[in-house]
Nanobody, 127 residues
Framework: VQLQASGGGLVQAGGSLRLSCAASGRTFRSYDVAWFRQAPGKEREFVGL????????YSADSLRGRITISRDNAKNTVYLQMNSLKPEDTAVYFCAAKRSGYYSVTYYSTWANYDYWGKGTQVTVSS
């Protein structure tokens, strides 16, 4: 499956962005999809995920309350809505997918456990 993240850009602090992750080549059926981000000089960080089996979502503690993850399986697209953006949210945002399963939050939060990655989209938040 090929993934493509889009929707990034420059936004002022306090603003909002909605990122999209579109799949091609194969549908999103039976895939759990996560968002990660990576700021310059920092480790790749887990943002959140949406499960295929129940459409349950999980957000990283540091972002909970400011992000919403959703999926539209008919459109093969997963969304990341980010509100109240802060300069420290500046990063390249990636979406990743793996075959649906029953894993721990720790497992899902580890970027190395994902099989498919899209090219990232840059989000820059100005102060």
């Amino acid at each position: 499956v090929q993934l493509q993240a889009s929707g990034g850009g420059l936004v002022q602090a306090g603003g909002s962005l909605r990122l999209s992750c579109a799949a091609s080549g194969r549908t999103f059926r039976s895939y759990d999809v996560a968002w990660f981000r990576q700021a310059p000089g920092k480790e790749r960080e887990f943002v959140g995920l949406v499960l295929w089996s129940r459409s349950d979502t999980y957000s990283a503690d540091s972002l909970r309350g400011r992000i919403t993850i959703s999926r539209d399986n008919a459109k093969n697209t997963v969304y990341l809505q980010m509100n109240s953006l802060k300069p420290e949210d500046t990063a390249v945002y990636f979406c990743a997918a793996k075959r649906s399963g029953y894993y721990s939050v720790t497992y899902y939060s580890t970027w190395a456990n994902y099989d498919y990655w899209g090219k990232g989209t840059q989000v820059t938040v100005s102060s």
